[in-house]
C-alpha cells in the first residue's frame, strides 16, 4: 500500500485551537466498520470510545445503512424543521411500540436542536416555564453541556470558565458517595431544601446523570436515585435525568434509569439515539408538563429526517425482544472482571462502572493519560475523564465482538502493566 504523506499542517493552519480529541490521536482517520476505524496509511483502530457514546451499534452498521441509503436514494425528505414527515411519524410510533410502551412509560417526544446541550436546555426552560421557578439543583462533578444554560450545572470549572459571564440560577449538591459514605446521602439537601433560612430558593428542578460519564464514571446507586426521586416528589420538584451519553443501552437497559424503577419528569436523549452517529436528540416529557406554545422553543435542524430513519432501524433491529440487552451486560460483565483484575493487582488503581461503561481509575492521574497514550500506540482508541483526567472510559460499541473486546482489554492490560510497574 502506498504511504501517504500526512499533512498536519491544514489543520494547524486552518482549524480552531479548540480541537481536543485530534491532540491525542493525531492520525487522519478515513474509513470505519464495526468497532474498527481505520486512518490513510490503512493503520487500523480499535474503537473503545464509539463519538463518546454516539455509536453505540457502531460504524456503518450494514442494516442502519442500507435504510439510510434507500431513503437517501428515494429522495425523502432531509431537512423538515418540524413539519409531519413519513420518516417523522414512522419513528414516532416504533419508539413508542418498543421503547416506551414495553416499559409503561407515558412521554411527550419533543424534537429540539439535534445535540445534547440542546435537549437539555430545552428541559430546563420547560422546567422552569411549568414551575414558574427559576433556580435548578445539579450535582458535583456533573456534565450537561457546552451552552450557557447546560454549563450553569455543569461542574468542570475549566470548561465553566469557558463562558465569560457568571454562571448563575443553579445550585450544586453531593453527588452518590461524593463524601465516601462519610454523610447521609441527602442530609444537606434536605435542610437547606426545607429551611426558609437556608437562602436556598425552591428549585423548579433538579437534573442529574445516573452515572456520570464525563465526571470520571461515577455510578449513582439505585437506592440513592430512589430516595432522590422521593424527596423531590414530596416537595413538588421536578427530576430531569440527564441520559445522553448513559441511554439508549449503554447501560444494558435501554434507559439508564431503569434499574431503580423511578419515572423521570422529563429525559433528555442525544449522541447514540440517532443510531448511525446522525444528529439528534430528543426531549422526553411528561404529558402534562407539555405546555409549550407553538414555536416557542425551536430550531432549524430539529426535523433531521435521516436520523428518523437509523434511529427506527436500530430500534427494530436491536430491541424487538431483550436478547440485545443480555448481551451488553455480558460484555459489561468481561469488561468488570478484566479491571477488577487490574485493581486487585496494583496499588492505587480501582474501577466502577455498570453495564458496557466502565472506568479504570489511577490516584495518579498522570498514570491514566499514559496508559491511553501507550494503548494509541497499540491500535486502541480509549480516552480519560475525571476532575483530574485520572480514569481511563471504556465506552466500547455495544454491538463489539466478544474477541475484539477481549483484544482491546488485552492492550490496556498490558498498558497499565507497563505504567503501574
Not at 113 to 125: Q, S
Not at 131 to 151: E, W
Not at 270 to 278: A, D, E, L, P, Q
Not at 307 to 332: N, P, Q, R
Request: net charge negative.
Amino acid at each position: 500500500m502506498n504511504q501517504i504523506t500526512p499533512t498536519p499542517d491544514v489543520f494547524e493552519n486552518h482549524e480552531s485551537q479548540v480541537r481536543s480529541y485530534s491532540r491525542q490521536w493525531p492520525a487522519v482517520f478515513d474509513t470505519a466498520q464495526g468497532s474498527w476505524i481505520t486512518d490513510e496509511n490503512g493503520k487500523r483502530y480499535l474503537d473503545f470510545f464509539a463519538g463518546a457514546g454516539a455509536l453505540n451499534y457502531g460504524h456503518n452498521h450494514p442494516v442502519l445503512k442500507t435504510a439510510l441509503v434507500d431513503y437517501i436514494m428515494r429522495d425523502g425528505i432531509t431537512h423538515g424543521l418540524d413539519m409531519s414527515t413519513v420518516a417523522k411519524r414512522d419513528f414516532l410510533a416504533t419508539f413508542t411500540e418498543k421503547i416506551l410502551a414495553p416499559r409503561g412509560l407515558d412521554y411527550k417526544v419533543q424534537f429540539p436542536g439535534p445535540t445534547g446541550t440542546n435537549t437539555v436546555e430545552a428541559a430546563l426552560k420547560l422546567a422552569r416555564k411549568v414551575t414558574g421557578r427559576s433556580s435548578v439543583i445539579n450535582f458535583t462533578n456533573a456534565f450537561h453541556g457546552m451552552t450557557l444554560g447546560a454549563l450553569s450545572v455543569t461542574g468542570n470549572s475549566m470548561k465553566r470558565a469557558g463562558a465569560g459571564i457568571p454562571l448563575v440560577h443553579a445550585t450544586p449538591m453531593p453527588f452518590d458517595n461524593y463524601f465516601g459514605g462519610a454523610t447521609d446521602d441527602f442530609q444537606w439537601m434536605e435542610r437547606v431544601l426545607d429551611d426558609s433560612g437556608s437562602g436556598i430558593n425552591r428549585p423548579a428542578a433538579v437534573i442529574v446523570e445516573t452515572i456520570q460519564g464525563e465526571g470520571g464514571v461515577n455510578v449513582a446507586r439505585a437506592e440513592w436515585l430512589q430516595a432522590l426521586a422521593e424527596l423531590l416528589k414530596r416537595r413538588d420538584i421536578l427530576l430531569i435525568v440527564d441520559d445522553v451519553q448513559m441511554g439508549v443501552g449503554r447501560t444494558g437497559q435501554f434507559f439508564s434509569f431503569e434499574e431503580a424503577g423511578i419515572v423521570p419528569d422529563i429525559v433528555t436523549l442525544s449522541k447514540s439515539i440517532g443510531g448511525y452517529g446522525m444528529p439528534m436528540a430528543l426531549t422526553l416529557i411528561r404529558p402534562d408538563l407539555d405546555v409549550w406554545g407553538p414555536g416557542e422553543h425551536n430550531g432549524t435542524f430539529r426535523g433531521n429526517n435521516p436520523a428518523f430513519v437509523t434511529s427506527a432501524a436500530a430500534i427494530e433491529h436491536f430491541w424487538s425482544d431483550d436478547t440485545f440487552e443480555k448481551e451488553i451486560l455480558a460484555k459489561g460483565e468481561r469488561i468488570r472482571a478484566a479491571f477488577t483484575d487490574l485493581a486487585h493487582r496494583f496499588e492505587g488503581v480501582s474501577t466502577r462502572g455498570r453495564g458496557m461503561v466502565h472506568g479504570l481509575v489511577f490516584a495518579d492521574g498522570d498514570l491514566a493519560g499514559k496508559v491511553t497514550s501507550m494503548a494509541y500506540d497499540q491500535g486502541l482508541l480509549a480516552e480519560t475523564s475525571g476532575p483530574s483526567d485520572e480514569v481511563v472510559k471504556l465506552l466500547p460499541p455495544l454491538t463489539i465482538s466478544e474477541e475484539d473486546l477481549d483484544h482491546g482489554l488485552s492492550i490496556l492490560r498490558q498498558a497499565t502493566e507497563t505504567v503501574c510497574s
